[in-house]
């Protein structure tokens, strides 16, 4: 390189350390941005390090320095702000299965608008907010339903595997009839609703679950609803099953002292457990319960009663504790692992 080009490489980069303050600063806005759109701690950090390349500049650092102080201080905040984002992103002491539902569906929908319609309709006029059609194929939105608020979008496709397996799920659920399995299994399209504040006691947990029930209900009655899937368990109801049991909370409160819509949550299967048979729930943990089993498969009813009255709290079942089932016939409860079996039925 000759005389003049040197001399013109060293102006170049002359220009661009003067400016470099400016440089940063623009990272800061856009990294303050993004922060602000999103709400979910994924850029802060840049920012905070672009703010301490602004120092570097000003004070006189070359490039290289700038840019090692712009790495070194992003990495630090990251560091010290991870178990804060954790936080923020699952704010859960507990888990519940209210963090996430999928709405499955028989068809495409081509708009979203007259399901908004529906949940206004439901819940009010100003129910539905932050409608977000950014993004043509995935729309998005917020619905507030008995002052809980929760997210919801629409995906014109069927449910990932990778996200939960729906066929696989289909043969283990005992409440669905065969046509009801085939919908399952030939869905097209889904709903994923979500509200990330769960609640940290078993109250909070019902109250949400309850608003959940309403909201999921709603989007059921929708032509083409197939039913709903719910996380962390292998739970699937269907659209019949589903509007049965909103029928059952008409006129009842999520506080109800004896009711809980237990067959919405929590998924009651037949399974094998040292060999044996067994009748057994996947979720109460969910509600920071202790799931619950028989070693006999055709006590439904009373497995279903069992957990209605831990979620409600009219019985807490402990290790070695004598249960009566009815006025003749009393259980042991035993645990084995993280579930409590009835022993004696």
């Given at each position: 390189?000759?005389?003049?080009g040197?001399?013109m490489?060293?102006?170049?980069?002359?220009?661009?350390?003067?400016?470099?303050i400016?440089?940063?600063?623009a990272?800061?806005?856009?990294?303050?941005a993004?922060e602000?759109?999103?709400?979910?701690?994924?850029?802060?950090?840049?920012?905070l390090g672009?703010?301490a390349?602004?120092?570097?500049?000003?004070?006189?650092?070359?490039?290289?320095?700038q840019?090692?102080?712009?790495i070194?201080?992003?990495?630090a905040?990251?560091?010290?702000?991870?178990?804060?984002a954790?936080?923020?992103?699952?704010?859960?002491?507990?888990?519940?299965?209210?963090?996430?539902?999928?709405?499955?569906?028989?068809?495409?929908l081509?708009?979203?608008?007259?399901?908004?319609?529906?949940?206004?309709?439901?819940?009010?006029?100003?129910?539905?907010?932050?409608?977000?059609?950014?993004?043509p194929?995935?729309?998005?939105?917020?619905v507030?339903?008995e002052?809980?608020?929760?997210?919801?979008?629409?995906?014109?496709?069927?449910?990932?595997?990778?996200?939960?397996?729906?066929?696989?799920?289909v043969?283990?659920n005992?409440?669905?009839?065969?046509?009801e399995?085939?919908?399952f299994?030939?869905?097209q399209?889904?709903?994923l609703?979500a509200?990330k504040?769960?609640?940290?006691?078993?109250?909070?947990?019902?109250?949400?679950?309850w608003a959940?029930s309403?909201?999921?209900?709603?989007?059921?009655e929708?032509?083409?609803?197939v039913?709903?899937?719910?996380?962390n368990?292998?739970?699937?109801v269907?659209?019949?099953h589903?509007?049965?049991?909103r029928?059952?909370?008409?006129?009842?409160?999520?506080?109800?002292?004896?009711?809980?819509?237990v067959t919405?949550?929590?998924?009651?299967?037949?399974?094998?457990?040292?060999?044996?048979p067994?009748?057994?729930?996947?979720?109460?943990?969910?509600f920071?319960?202790?799931?619950?089993?028989?070693?006999?498969?055709?006590?439904?009813?009373?497995?279903?009663?069992?957990?209605?009255f831990?979620i409600?709290?009219?019985?807490?079942?402990?290790?070695?504790?004598?249960?009566?089932l009815?006025e003749?016939?009393?259980?042991?409860?035993k645990?084995?692992?993280?579930?409590?079996?009835?022993i004696?039925?």
């Amino acid at each position: 390189m000759g005389r003049g080009g040197t001399h013109m490489l060293e102006n170049i980069l002359e220009n661009m350390l003067e400016n470099m303050i400016w440089v940063w600063l623009a990272v800061v806005a856009c990294s303050a941005a993004v922060e602000a759109a999103t709400m979910a701690l994924v850029s802060v950090w840049f920012a905070l390090g672009a703010l301490a390349a602004v120092f570097a500049a000003y004070l006189g650092a070359d490039l290289a320095a700038q840019m090692t102080v712009f790495i070194l201080v992003s990495l630090a905040a990251l560091a010290a702000a991870r178990p804060l984002a954790r936080r923020f992103v699952d704010p859960h002491i507990v888990p519940t299965n209210a963090d996430r539902l999928l709405g499955t569906a028989a068809r495409v929908l081509e708009d979203i608008d007259p399901a908004l319609e529906r949940l206004r309709e439901g819940f009010g006029k100003k129910s539905v907010s932050g409608v977000d059609r950014s993004h043509p194929k995935v729309p998005a939105f917020i619905v507030k339903v008995e002052g809980l608020e929760f997210w919801g979008s629409y995906l014109p496709m069927p449910v990932p595997e990778t996200t939960q397996n729906i066929p696989a799920k289909v043969p283990h659920n005992l409440f669905l009839e065969p046509e009801e399995r085939d919908a399952f299994c030939a869905h097209q399209s889904f709903w994923l609703l979500a509200q990330k504040k769960g609640g940290r006691t078993l109250e909070s947990k019902r109250r949400v679950c309850w608003a959940f029930s309403l909201l999921c209900a709603a989007l059921l009655e929708l032509e083409g609803a197939v039913g709903v899937s719910v996380a962390n368990t292998g739970l699937l109801v269907s659209r019949e099953h589903y509007l049965f049991q909103r029928g059952q909370m008409e006129g009842r409160t999520w506080n109800d002292p004896d009711f809980f819509p237990v067959t919405l949550w929590i998924w009651l299967y037949r399974g094998l457990s040292e060999k044996k048979p067994t009748l057994e729930t996947q979720g109460m943990r969910e509600f920071g319960l202790p799931d619950l089993g028989f070693f006999d498969p055709d006590v439904l009813n009373y497995l279903h009663t069992m957990a209605c009255f831990q979620i409600t709290g009219q019985q807490l079942y402990r290790d070695r504790t004598l249960i009566p089932l009815t006025e003749e016939v009393e259980v042991v409860c035993k645990r084995s692992g993280e579930k409590l079996y009835f022993i004696g039925c």
